[in-house]
């Protein structure tokens, strides 16, 4: 049974664009560029799913022959795969693309990020214009909670309350290893979440009118 579960604009960590190019310059000044796509390669391989692999690694293909919104609904027919699969493919693989064209991983220089670049521009625009950040975090949080559990989750959250939490993460959760099991992700989701909402707001031409109207 699906959790209903999810994150609401409420709980955003960006709200506006000078929020948005301050929190990706920290992202890039911090060379979190790879911290962020091994991420995306750990949850990937605690899925334990070898068709989701599968397309992962076939997506260029997938993107040729398929419209993106199609693929990241999930609504496509492919062989031996659910829908689930299909649509968990199509976010990682754009996250991982996203991930790509903004820190410029071609660079010797990971502090530069071609952000002016027409062709990164086209495809940064082309993946937020096919989903949107809710939907990203939503769907990621739905992935991570199939693993972590929900009573994990809680706990966590609690943990979160606690204001000595962080001297806790960095030397290590020694009286609590169940707590130790998953930290390393929540603390990547929380990165990748930064990272989500960060990009489609500061490349949504349109934002700061449609807040305006609000």
Not at 30 to 57: I, K
């Amino acid at each position: 049974m699906k959790n209903n579960t999810s994150f609401s604009k409420e709980k955003q960590l960006v709200h506006t664009k000078e929020q948005a190019k301050i929190a990706l310059n920290i992202l890039v000044q911090n060379s979190q560029g790879e911290d962020l796509e091994l991420g995306l390669f750990r949850l990937r391989d605690q899925l334990n799913n070898p068709r989701l692999t599968e397309l992962l690694d076939s997506y260029p293909d997938l993107i040729q022959e398929y419209e993106l919104e199609k693929l990241l609904s999930g609504k496509i027919e492919i062989k031996d795969a659910s829908r689930r699969d299909v649509k968990t493919a199509g976010l990682l693989s754009c996250l991982l693309l996203l991930i790509h064209f903004y820190f410029d991983k071609n660079k010797d220089n990971l502090n530069k990020c071609n952000v002016d670049d027409v062709t990164q521009f086209d495809s940064i625009n082309y993946i937020i214009n096919a989903i949107t950040s809710e939907e990203c975090i939503n769907e990621l949080f739905q992935l991570i909670l199939s693993l972590v559990g929900i009573d994990y989750f809680k706990k966590y959250q609690e943990k979160m309350k606690d204001p000595d939490f962080v001297l806790k993460q960095t030397v290590g959760f020694d009286n609590d290893p169940e707590m130790d099991k998953y930290i390393d992700m929540m603390v990547w989701f929380a990165l990748i979440r930064l990272f989500i909402e960060a990009i489609f707001i500061y490349y949504d031409s349109g934002f700061e009118s449609k807040n305006t109207q609000l």
